[in-house]
């Protein structure tokens, strides 16, 4: 009997040990993922401004001279420019701490340098009801940041807009500019407009470009600016909770998010880190359970009885 105890105990050991490897390798592929949009948004900006510069500077050498040493000068200033995004992220990377500026002041050096770069002062409107998270403001300072990177290089624009307008629940961002525009049918999105979709995606908002060839580019994006209430809207009651599953259920529910962020809060209180992965777990290979059978998948998980048994009771008198 100890042996077969014993073995079951090691068994249990080796299988949260993988858990664990496979949380750590989640963890690196999303610090990954985030480096990378912020070198491609920051120092990628940059030098590509830069590198407008140099070329038109060397178009004109040899016809005015005068005017290639502007654009030399400006060069200069963006290498400037490069090297402080360069001990901007090292700086990211080394600590959690978040330089706080307001979004004015960040589209407006933004839209200078694309004025510089281009020679095209942007229309910018900005009406903000309150002082905006810091990782919205974060987020719409590099999608326009990337916009206008796209527009400078392939759009040929003479007329740039950029709209961002907050109220309570929202704050909508709108960049059209009058350039060439392209087919969506036949234009590959390249790593910037896939920065663009992740960023939005993370903070749950919704990311809509309009383009045709001829007829400019017009990017929208909504972002929501406060936390829907827990399972504010219930699936109907004419239905049995056995004939429900969890895909309809959550599919019916505008805040599906919050009931499994919340799985994995109070999961995480009895049980650590390794929460998340469990309830992912639960979730993909139970595709077809109700909620109820969810929280008893993950109170199983629980080896305190007095706990598991807490753990369901709040989760299912919240959801019902």
């Not at 949260?16 to 750590?24: F, G, M, R, S, V």
Request: aromatic share 6%.
């Amino acid at each position: 009997m100890v042996s077969k105890h014993y073995n079951e105990l090691l068994l249990k050991q080796e299988e949260l040990q993988q858990y664990l490897l496979q949380i750590e390798e989640l963890a690196t592929v999303q610090e990954r993922k985030r480096i990378a949009r912020e070198i491609h948004d920051s120092l990628g900006n940059a030098l590509t401004s830069l590198n407008i510069q140099m070329q038109t500077a060397l178009k004109l050498w040899h016809i005015d001279p005068f005017e290639a040493e502007r654009f030399l000068t400006a060069a200069q200033k963006l290498g400037v420019v490069a090297i402080h995004e360069v001990r901007q992220s090292v700086y990211a990377l080394r600590t959690n701490d978040v330089q706080e500026q307001s979004l004015q002041e960040l589209v407006t050096f933004v839209v200078n340098n694309f004025h510089q770069t281009t020679g095209i002062l942007p229309s910018t409107s900005i009406s903000l009801s309150a002082p905006l998270p810091i990782k919205v403001v974060t987020t719409i300072y590099r999608i326009v940041q990337e916009s206008l990177t796209n527009i400078c290089k392939y759009a040929q624009a003479t007329k740039v807009q950029i709209i961002v307008d907050a109220n309570s629940n929202n704050v909508l961002l709108v960049i059209r500019d009058n350039g060439k525009g392209f087919s969506l049918s036949e234009k590959k999105t390249g790593f910037g407009i896939q920065g663009i979709k992740e960023r939005v995606t993370a903070l749950q908002g919704n990311f809509n470009i309009e383009t045709e060839p001829g007829g400019g580019c017009k990017i929208t994006v909504k972002l929501p600016l406060i936390e829907p209430s827990i399972l504010e809207t219930k699936t109907s009651k004419n239905l049995p909770e056995s004939t429900t599953t969890l895909a309809n259920q959550l599919n019916n529910l505008s805040n599906k998010e919050s009931f499994i962020c919340q799985c994995e809060r109070n999961l995480a209180e009895l049980i650590g880190p390794i929460a998340s992965f469990l309830v992912q777990k639960a979730i993909k290979n139970n595709p077809y359970a109700s909620c109820t059978e969810l929280v008893k998948f993950l109170a199983a998980e629980i080896s305190n009885p007095q706990k598991a048994q807490k753990f369901q009771q709040i989760l299912l008198s919240n959801f019902n």
